[in-house]
């Protein structure tokens, strides 16, 4: 069984700072760390619920925040930006996919770090018509491959999210947002504990556990923060503008609507 795990930083235990999120500072290697240690965990317990072949995908930013020395040697890690593919290496060969360290969607009231994709960039994201974020996106991805998403770990409201869009998901809270940059911390070695316990548990849900499916066309509909950005991205054809801020990338499926962006 191949497990695919999708990571990001904002949603891992402890992190809610800015100097955390960005590199250059003894804050984000203790956030590197902090990620690192529960995408170990991951791996372990989809090892433990019988996974063959683990692929991670390092996903915040430049792609580069797991310490590689320090990574679980029972998987494979996809570093490094600019790759060719949103998620590479998950596939229709995937048996099941877990999202490590999830934040909310921009807008998400109490949710720690909420944003999606760009929180200088975007406003707001609806995939055909419904308000999305990166956990949506995410799934819907795995969902074109026919691949479930049976474990998300992040804050409270991004479990909350993960849930409503995966009847059946196992979730991880990692911590409870007082408002963006404030949270009740899970303590670490719980968070890891917890991850490693469901990741095992949500592998044997992976046959109870739809994969999101999202109807074709798809219509990705991303309102910037402001109307420049929009004028930029407007010039190119094949993209819709529907006002001064919004801009309509649409295609046959997720992927391929992903890939106009
Ligand atoms: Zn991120």
Request: aromatic share 6%; charged share 20%; net charge negative.
């Amino acid at each position: 069984m191949r497990v695919f795990i999708a990571t990001d930083l904002e949603g891992v235990g402890g992190v809610l700072l800015d100097e955390q999120v960005v590199a250059g500072s003894p804050a984000y290697e203790q956030a590197r760390r902090l990620l690192t240690q529960e995408v170990n965990a991951a791996v372990e317990g989809a090892l433990a619920g019988g996974a063959s072949e683990v692929l991670v995908d390092d996903g915040h930013a430049h792609g580069f925040n797991l310490i590689y020395e320090d990574l679980h040697p029972g998987a494979r890690y996809a570093m490094g930006r600019a790759r060719p593919e949103w998620l590479e290496g998950l596939s229709a060969e995937c048996e099941a996919a877990f999202f490590i360290g999830c934040h909310a969607m921009a807008g998400t009231r109490g949710a720690v770090r909420d944003h999606t994709m760009s929180s200088v960039a975007w406003h707001n994201l609806w995939m055909n018509g419904e308000p999305t974020g990166e956990i949506g996106l995410w799934a819907a991805i795995a969902g074109h491959y026919g691949v479930p998403c049976v474990l998300v770990s992040g804050c409270e409201k991004a479990c909350r999210e993960a849930a409503a869009l995966v009847p059946g998901i196992e979730t991880v809270l990692t911590k409870r947002g007082l408002s963006r940059y404030a949270a009740f911390l899970e303590p670490a070695e719980g968070v890891r504990r917890a991850i490693r316990a469901r990741a095992e548990a949500a592998l044997g849900k992976v046959k109870a556990i739809a994969p999101l499916q999202v109807e074709s066309p798809v219509e990705l509909r991303v309102e910037y923060n402001v109307t420049g950005q929009a004028d930029q991205v407007a010039i190119i054809p094949g993209r819709e503008r529907l006002d001064a801020r919004t801009i309509a990338y649409r295609a046959e499926n997720v992927i391929e609507a992903l890939r106009l962006i």
